[in-house]
């Protein structure tokens, strides 16, 4: 029973595209991240929510867009994609606030800029 | 904002030896510091984990020790198999847990 599920696993586009990663957790987490992976394989945070707010963002361009329904999803959207955004995106949640405990990660979404 | 430094980068131990990670923090609020382990291809997994108000913790043949004073902590694994050939990535979480910062990662090679 997948804890944190990202979909698509694998995403190939042209430059210019718009493009959804889609992000679920059934662990009752409150908080959700996104984080970028790079070929050198830096984990970097793009965004963090709790309870459906915006908490952080780390100086994203505004063409990275995160939403988030509800506690258990946190989308991303991004827009006229560039060569530079081909990364690991993983999505992962943790406990809320305070109570300082273990992020888990989705299986990662591979996104190739063309 | 937090920055976490991870140190060596490339990391080759022949088999049956002890590897040793370290990091440092600079936030002085941090007062969480997990381990994920990241074999290639999938997602990073938490291998073990310290609180500011603990100096060591072991689990079977990894420990972690923490000097808040220094602001550093390290990995220690011990008698090193092939299937800990990994990325390691040291972290630390301040802002109440809503940020988790990496350190650059490790690549751990066991050789036989």
């Given at each position: 029973d997948t804890a944190v599920s990202q979909t698509p696993k694998y995403l190939v586009t042209q430059m210019g595209n718009d493009k959804s990663i889609k992000c679920e957790q059934?662990?009752?987490?409150d908080t959700m991240y996104w984080y970028k992976q790079d070929s050198k394989k830096f984990l970097k945070i793009m965004f963090s929510y709790n309870n459906k707010e915006?908490?952080?963002?780390?100086?994203?361009?505004?063409?990275f867009s995160p939403k988030s329904p509800d506690k258990a999803h946190l989308n991303l959207h991004i827009n006229s994609?560039?060569?530079?955004?081909s990364a690991v995106y993983f999505c992962a949640s943790s406990k809320?606030?305070?109570?300082?405990g273990e992020a888990f990660f989705g299986q990662g979404t591979r996104l190739t800029v063309v | 904002g937090e920055n976490v430094e991870q140190h060596p980068s490339t990391l080759s131990v022949q088999e049956g030896d002890s590897a040793v990670i370290k990091c440092t923090y600079s936030?002085?609020?941090?007062n969480y510091f997990p381990w994920y382990k990241q074999e290639l291809g999938k997602r990073p997994q938490l291998i073990i984990d310290i609180r500011s108000n603990v100096g060591e913790k072991k689990d079977q043949r990894i420990a972690v020790t923490l000097n808040k004073t220094a602001k550093h902590f390290s990995l220690h694994i011990t008698e090193?198999?092939?299937?800990?050939s990994a990325v390691y990535f040291c972290a630390a979480s301040t802002r109440g847990g809503n940020k988790l910062t990496f350190g650059t990662g490790t690549q751990l090679k066991v050789e036989l």
């Open positions: 059934n662990l009752g987490h915006l908490i952080i963002n780390e100086t994203v361009p505004n063409r994609l560039e060569l530079g955004d809320s606030t305070g109570v300082l | 936030d002085s609020a941090s090193t198999q092939p299937e800990d």
